[in-house]
């Protein structure tokens, strides 16, 4: 009987691995073709097409921090490209038990064809990839959010239809998804004004940046807004600070009536999940100009794009 050779398995890209920590982890054209790449990966998700270029290949997401978004897109999209997806919280792993960062890379670049790290620290996932032979996707730490900001420009692209030359307004806590914005303003070519309180502006080390203002209140930051974007107050990492949150960020909520100073065709985001009734009214989020549940889901198709662009040669 003639022998068959077994099937060719997947290959990992050649060279050094590319890893998405920071928006800034890639080029102005690599991000905007990610974006892009992910409207079509979500129309042909419509059409029923099935496209599996990850088959084979894995994916292990490690969560330090609780989620939904990120664990469910991340899942769905290794599933829906022909991949898996390995969830491993503290609990499942050695990192809980005082393993070096640094080893646990090694070990997992042995078994997987990437790593996505949800965590507080920054410096742990910049240790990771500097350890890890395949590529490492920041799904969020305390300093920086580039996949939501991937998600909120297709969003962008599918509503508005380009990126560059829009006006974007961020108002409330200069924190992850502020940093986030921060990069991305001079990176994708918007304008973005920034309203916070004293106190809780972004990373200082960002700035100053380009195609950034700060402004003194949140009118300010919306008037003639293209896109107005908030965050909750109390991040993780702030826990028992709520009290005095609520009173430092007073002013600061977004409504239908603050978004009224935008422009009549503004959209409004938030990367969920939100506190009605704090940084937004209770009714912002069932405005028509609210596109937070499209961009919530455009977190998968965009997850997608990055994964095929950091896997696929």
């Known amino acids: 009987m003639a022998r068959t050779s077994a099937p060719a398995s997947p290959t990992r890209p050649s060279g050094a691995p590319k890893h998405f920590l920071t928006l800034a982890d890639l080029t102005a054209d690599e991000l905007n073709r990610v974006v892009r790449r992910s409207v079509v990966l979500k129309e042909m998700w419509r059409q029923g097409q099935h496209y599996e270029p990850l088959k084979g290949r894995t994916l292990a997401m490690v969560f330090e921090l609780s989620s939904t978004r990120t664990r469910v897109s991340f899942e769905v999209g290794m599933h829906q490209l022909g991949g898996h997806a390995l969830s491993l919280s503290p609990s499942d792993t050695h990192l809980g038990r005082g393993e070096p960062i640094e080893d646990t890379a090694r070990v997992l670049s042995e078994m997987v064809d990437a790593v996505m790290i949800r965590t507080f620290e920054h410096d742990k996932v910049e240790r990771f990839a500097a350890a890890s032979s395949v590529p490492v996707i920041n799904g969020m730490t305390s300093r920086f959010h580039p996949c939501q900001l991937l998600a909120d420009m297709q969003t962008l692209v599918e509503c508005r239809g380009e990126i560059a030359g829009t006006a974007v307004a961020f108002v409330g806590d200069g924190h992850n998804m502020c940093n986030s914005y921060v990069r991305a303003a001079g990176l994708f070519g918007f304008e973005l004004r920034v309203a916070t309180p004293p106190g809780h502006e972004p990373d200082p080390g960002l700035l100053p940046a380009p195609n950034v203002e700060f402004v003194e209140s949140p009118v300010q930051a919306v008037a003639g807004a293209d896109l ?23 002013g600061y909520q977004v409504s239908p ?6 422009k009549p065709d503004a959209l409004f985001m938030h990367c969920l999940p939100a506190h009605r009734g704090e940084e937004v009214s209770d009714d912002m989020l069932d405005d028509p100009r609210s596109v937070a549940w499209v961009e919530a889901g455009n977190r998968l198709h965009s997850q997608k794009a990055l994964l095929e662009f950091l896997l696929v040669a």
């Open 257 to 262: 009536a603050l978004l009224n100073q935008a």
């Open 228 to 250: 107005v974007v908030t965050d909750v107050w109390s991040s993780m990492g702030h826990e028992g600070e709520e009290a005095d949150r609520r009173a430092a960020f007073d």
